[in-house]
């Protein structure tokens, strides 16, 4: 199982990115994907969650109408469309697979080693 993300990078507040995440090893479409990230200093965070058809989602408070997950199953690839971004925005983010949840928080079993997103003027 390997996941590759890209897409990170600088920009000011009220800016957007799209980060990416390429998926291998497994198939793909079978499984719901969860972005998180992780800011210095801090734990992990969850961001979003997208179930394997692509068909629900569902996000932290702090992103909600703000961040846009997505999938296409036929390129193995996860999406974090990122819009009106903020400086608290600022961390690694990175890509993981779910294999389970308990009390409604997804667990994962692999994830990848991320992208930085910085937000600053």
């Known amino acids: 199982v390997q996941f590759v993300e890209s897409g990170g990078g600088m920009v000011q507040p009220g800016g957007s990115l799209k980060l990416s995440c390429a998926a291998s090893?497994?198939?793909?479409?079978?499984?719901?994907m969860s972005w998180l990230r992780k800011a210095p200093g801090k734990g992990p965070d969850w961001v979003s969650v997208?179930?394997?058809?692509?068909?629900?989602?569902y996000y932290a408070d702090s992103v909600k109408g703000r961040f846009t997950i997505s999938r296409d199953n036929a390129k193995n690839t996860l999406y974090l469309q990122m819009n009106s971004l903020k400086p608290e925005d600022t961390a690694l983010y990175f890509c993981?697979?779910?294999?389970?949840?308990?009390?409604?928080?997804?667990?994962?079993?692999?994830w990848g080693q991320g992208t930085q997103v910085t937000v600053s003027s």
């Open positions: 997208i179930n394997s058809h692509g068909s629900l989602t």
């Open positions: 090893g497994f198939t793909f479409r079978n499984y719901d």
């Open positions: 993981a697979r779910v294999y389970g949840y308990r009390d409604y928080d997804p667990k994962y079993d692999y």
